[in-house]
């Protein structure tokens, strides 16, 4: 069966690729009360006072870190099974589809069913997956893969070129004309090769083919059957899907990486996340994502039932901003937009966000990824500029009493993100207040340019054409704000097709350093990945880019 294509408009992948706050998969939750929403209350605010927690600054480059408290005896999952990893999520998987499927159910679950041809390698780069070797031809307008051979799929036919082909068109079609939409051709010259053939070159097709979002390989023709049935080429095989609040998975002995360390997985859904984090302390479950800052700090305080747990941290390649519109004055003046950026406090802001769970940042991508480029000098992540009206040459009373609309989604974390910019805008003179919208009033807002400013997430970029292209080039994806600069066009046009990284990423810090000299987009904060796993658990690792996949994991009860 082949399933008919799908295609979005353009503005629908807008607010569903940028701005769904919803699907976050590490955004945190919490009992402890939201600072007060602007749209009712604009005299009050918590976002302006208090420490600048989770602070750093811009060259700090943070690494996985993990404390171990193992040690006491009598590990209640000793009476768990054998060989079977037990895995806690939040959400149960609605679709089993790897090209419809979105959070949890992709990154913790379908990663281990099926494969793409590049793997991200960490947060730089990616590496041979069912592709063994890559090379761009006529500039990088057509990529060449040539597949590993003896490849099976858990049914037992072997993988061929034309698999890869209906995978590439499909997830085009379902999910993602953003990253695919220039996708011309894909051509099967033989069964072990595919080309890719673009409308134009571009250096980082590899990129997206692999990332969180990228294009999980698929038998051809299987279409709709994926939804209850799936079949992969990944270590691990679906077993059972049909349980409401379990789905198990067991280990696929003829993976091309060879057979998996476990004989199987089990994920249960546990929405709550206090009831999902008391599972991992009794020993109910072996791994658990979304890890509340509750949580951080009973482990931290050496409660006992925390003894046999590990809790690990690691930036994620996901950045939130906030962009003021450019087809409206004042906000389309630079020095404005360079003195409300100066009032930013990032640290208030990144802890009131996602409470413990986030870096404050003046960065498009966290550092640590290949593409990284430090902040100004001498200006720390969290801090605010003593004087931003000063800073930016403007008189003490040049924005008093004028008003400011902060559209934001009706999600938690926006609504604490808005509240605490606000607070901190007023501090300046700005009557500032935030608008909750939504979903349909808030995708008809940008659509029209109705705001005056608005909250931007760029989820999963590790790449620069993604991170900088799509929301600051005048024709850009994502470019709701109406930022139009024919310097930083010129730059990324250049750069996306460069193929060389040292001068990819020389063309790059141009084009950053005039957007910054626009103030074209602010950046606040970088989520952190959180999560929390038994001792028992060895070999187990926080992947840069958000996935989890158990194919070098064991368990020993």
């Known amino acids: 069966m082949h399933r008919a294509g799908r295609r979005w408009s353009m503005r629908a992948v807008v607010v569903l690729a940028l701005l769904v706050w919803g699907c976050d998969d590490a955004a945190l939750e919490s009992d402890a009360p939201d600072p007060p929403d602007e749209a009712t209350d604009a005299g009050t605010g918590t976002g302006e006072a208090g420490s600048e927690a989770g ?19 009598g590990d209640p999952s000793a009476d768990l099974p054998e060989g079977v990893l037990f895995a806690a999520i939040g959400d149960a998987p609605d679709t089993l589809d790897p090209h419809e499927a979105t959070g949890l159910t992709r990154l913790a679950v379908l990663e281990n ?7 991200p390698n960490g947060v730089d780069g990616v590496e041979p997956a069912l592709a063994e070797r890559w090379e761009p031809v006529d500039g990088g307008q057509r990529w060449v893969f040539e597949l590993r051979e003896g490849v099976r799929w858990h049914d037992g036919a072997e993988l061929d070129g034309h698999d890869v082909r209906y995978s590439i068109e499909r997830a085009k079609s379902a999910q993602q004309p953003d990253r695919l939409g220039d996708v011309s051709s894909v051509e099967v010259p033989d069964e072990h090769t595919v080309e890719v053939v673009l409308e134009e070159p571009r250096a980082n097709l590899p990129a997206d083919l692999g990332r969180g979002r990228g294009v999980a390989i698929v038998p051809e023709g299987s279409g709709e059957v994926l939804r209850d049935d ?23 002995s003829d993976h091309w990486g060879g057979a998996p360390e476990l004989d199987g997985i089990t994920y249960r859904t546990v929405r709550d996340d206090t009831a999902r984090m008391d599972a991992l302390a009794a020993g109910e479950v072996d791994w658990a994502h979304r890890v509340t800052a509750e949580v951080r700090a009973r482990d931290a305080d050496g409660e006992p039932e925390w003894d046999d747990v590990i809790i690990g941290t690691r930036p994620r390649p996901a950045t939130v901003a906030y962009a003021l519109n450019h087809d409206r004055q004042p906000w389309a003046e630079a020095p404005v937009r360079e003195a409300l950026a100066a009032a930013v406090r990032r640290g208030t802001i990144a802890e009131a966000a996602r409470r413990g769970a986030a870096q404050p940042g003046r960065t498009a991508l966290p550092p640590g990824t290949r593409y990284h480029i430090p902040g100004p000098p001498g200006l720390g992540a969290g801090g605010a500029t003593a004087d931003p009206l000063g800073a930016a040459g403007l008189e003490e009373d040049a924005l008093e009493g004028l ?86 066009d010129a730059i990324l046009e250049e750069a996306r097709q460069i193929l060389d990284p040292q001068e990819r ?11 910054r000299e ?23 690792e926080i992947r840069g880019e958000g996935s989890v996949r158990f194919e070098d994991v064991s368990v020993e009860r």
């Open 518 to 540: 626009q103030h074209a987009l602010t950046y606040l904060y970088h989520p952190l990945e959180i999560q929390g796993w038994r001792a028992d658990v060895t070999g187990y």
């Open 505 to 515: 990423a020389e063309a790059y810090e141009r084009a950053v350093d005039r957007i």
């Open 55 to 73: 602070g750093g600054t811009a060259d700090d480059d943070p690494t996985e870190s993990q404390e171990d408290t193992a040690g006491a005896p």
């Open 230 to 252: 799936p079949v992969g080429t990944g270590p691990f095989a679906v077993a059972d899907a049909t349980g409401a609040t379990e789905l198990e998975l067991e280990a696929f």
């Open 403 to 488: 008003e400011l609309d902060l559209l934001v989604p009706d999600d938690d974390e926006a609504r604490r993100v808005g509240s605490a910019l606000a607070a901190q805008w007023r501090g300046i003179g700005l009557d500032a207040r935030t608008r909750v919208a939504a979903p349909e009033r808030y995708e008809s807002a940008l659509r029209d340019g109705a705001f005056d400013a608005t909250l931007v997430r760029l989820e999963d970029h590790r790449d620069p054409a993604d991170t900088y292209e799509a929301p600051l080039h005048s024709e850009g994806a994502h470019n709701v704000h109406g930022f139009v600069d024919e310097e930083v």
């Open 113 to 119: 069913v099926y494969d793409r041809l590049v793997e």
